[in-house]
């Protein structure tokens, strides 16, 4: 087999296994190391200081493991309809609205490493996915699968921004895509100009401690009152800039994988039952999604705070 008969196996196997799309990038130093540094330096990543220990890595993937030579990056659509949650409960990013995908994505990222020691036997494999010091976004643009919009997300050209990005570095031979180069975004500044909370410092420039989805999954601690105030109905991560962007407007189409059906007990909690509800309860109800990163502790703060919200 040749390294781009290698590839084309590769990706027929992640479509059969249920990837939206799939890519492959060369491991090199990432280009936009001095954006990192930059955001790192403004204090944007708030507490969230794995990112700066993990910086040197997202800089070069290349010393996350120093034997791989290319990423296979897929794409997979999470996108459940335009229509968001009623408000009346508060709201939830849809990213949230199934199970756990770390652990759907991590199976399904094994079974595409099988398949590239297939192709490529005695392979070194690693599967990453929003875990790690994976510079993931970066790496699925220069895998060839869409652009990194305004908004700081992953914009695929036919399926839009709803998806999980999921990652196998290897030191397989395999032939890698040709980078996406276009800016598709424009003169468009719909994203920027929508968050609720001002977040965008400049187009691709978060600050993530302005971020609703920073404030309900990441934050530890009580919110001060401007962050409750901040919160507005959401009460676990944030859709706006995702749901005004065009190409999300005229391209996302509802996932229909079983794997990521929505469960309505976390697409539309009941906040009430949030607010009272004990470490046992909670795990027995949400162990298994992602409400688990923020916990009982962090959902009943959020809760609380969009209860606290007037309507
Ligand atoms: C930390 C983190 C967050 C933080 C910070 C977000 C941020 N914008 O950086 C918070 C908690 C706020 C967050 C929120 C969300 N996140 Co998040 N997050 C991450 C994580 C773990 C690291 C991202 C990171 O390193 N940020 C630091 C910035 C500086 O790096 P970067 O995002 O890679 O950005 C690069 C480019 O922007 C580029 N760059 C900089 N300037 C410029 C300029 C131009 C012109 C260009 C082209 C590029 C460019 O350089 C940067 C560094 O390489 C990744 C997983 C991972 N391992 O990468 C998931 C990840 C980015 N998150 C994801 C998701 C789904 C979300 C939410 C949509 C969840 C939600 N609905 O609430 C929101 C979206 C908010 C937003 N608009 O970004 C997905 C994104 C998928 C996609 N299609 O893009 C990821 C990839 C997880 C996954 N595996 O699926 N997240
Ligand atoms: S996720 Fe929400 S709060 Fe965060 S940048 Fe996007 S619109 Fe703003
Ligand atoms: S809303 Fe407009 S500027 Fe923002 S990411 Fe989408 S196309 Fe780009």
């Known amino acids: 087999m040749t390294p781009v008969t290698r590839s084309a196996a590769v990706k027929r196997r992640a479509a059969a296994i249920g990837f939206s799309a799939t890519g492959i990038a060369p491991l090199e130093a990432n280009p936009h190391a001095p954006e990192l540094e930059r955001w790192l330096a403004a204090g944007y990543a708030g507490t969230m200081t794995y990112l700066h220990r993990q910086a040197e890595k997202r800089k070069d993937p290349r010393r996350i493991m120093p034997e791989a030579r290319v990423a296979v990056v897929t794409l997979t659509n999470y996108f459940h309809g335009s229509a968001s949650t009623a408000p009346v409960s508060g709201k939830v990013a849809q990213y949230a609205w199934s199970s756990d995908y770390h652990e759907v994505l991590g199976e399904r990222l094994e079974q595409l490493a099988e398949a590239i020691r297939g192709v490529a036997p005695g392979a070194a494999t690693r599967c990453y996915v929003d875990a790690g010091p994976v510079p993931e976004r970066e790496l699925a643009e220069r895998a060839g699968l869409g652009w990194i919009g305004k908004n700081m997300m992953l914009i695929h050209p036919e399926i839009g921004s709803y998806t999980f990005i999921g990652v196998v570095l290897t030191d397989a031979q395999l032939a890698a895509d040709l980078p996406f180069e276009a800016d598709r975004c424009g003169t468009c500044s719909r994203c920027l100009d929508a968050c609720p909370t001002g977040a965008f410092a400049a187009p691709h420039e978060l600050d993530a401690r302005r971020c609703i989805s920073y404030l309900t999954i990441e934050h530890r601690g009580k919110f001060r009152a401007e962050q409750t105030d901040a919160l ?21 189409r509802s996932t229909a994988d079983p794997r990521f059906a929505a469960r309505e007990e976390v697409a539309v ?43």
């Open 232 to 252: 507005s109905e959401w009460v676990f991560g944030c859709d706006v800039c995702q749901d005004v962007c065009p190409w999300n407007v005229s391209f996302a």
């Open 269 to 311: 909690p009941d906040l009430d039952a949030v607010v009272e509800m004990d470490e046992a309860e909670f795990d027995r109800r949400y162990g298994d999604t992602p409400f688990k990163r923020p916990g009982a502790v962090g959902m009943r703060r959020n809760a609380a705070a969009v209860l606290r919200h007037p309507r």
